[in-house]
């Protein structure tokens, strides 16, 4: 099981980015998959999640509204679109999988495997 996170960047507020965590080892009706995030010194939290079985979504309040997550499954890859960005979305992104992902959408501790991340900055 391996993934591929991609598409991090600098933008300004108000800006969009487009990550993308390309799966191998498996395919996306398998397992879920979960966007991480880490800012400095602070713990990682759970971003959004798309389930294996239906595709159900779920975000973490901060985001919502701003982010969407996707997948292709031609592809194995997920999406995750950033809109309207803040400072506060600063931060290392990270995709993850596991097979407790479609339970614990946004629990860490529930993904099993983790992509290396990549940066967002948001600044102007």
């Known amino acids: 099981v391996q993934l591929q996170a991609s598409g991090g960047g600098l933008v300004q507020p108000g800006g969009s980015l487009r990550l993308s965590c390309a799966a191998s080892?498996?395919?996306?009706?398998?397992?879920?998959i979960g966007w991480f995030r880490q800012a400095p010194g602070k713990e990682r939290e759970g971003v959004s999640c798309?389930?294996?079985?239906?595709?159900?979504?779920y975000y973490a309040d901060s985001v919502k509204g701003r982010f969407t997550i996707s997948r292709d499954n031609a592809k194995n890859t997920v999406y995750l679109q950033m809109n309207s960005l803040k400072p506060e979305d600063t931060a290392v992104y990270y995709c993850?999988?596991?097979?407790?992902?479609?339970?614990?959408?946004?629990?860490?501790?529930?993904?099993?495997?983790w992509g290396q991340g990549t940066q967002v900055t948001v600044s102007s």
């Open positions: 798309i389930s294996s079985s239906d595709g159900s979504t």
């Open positions: 993850a999988t596991g097979p407790s992902g479609s339970y614990y959408p946004l629990l860490r501790s529930a993904y099993d495997y």
């Open positions: 080892g498996f395919t996306l009706d398998y397992y879920a």
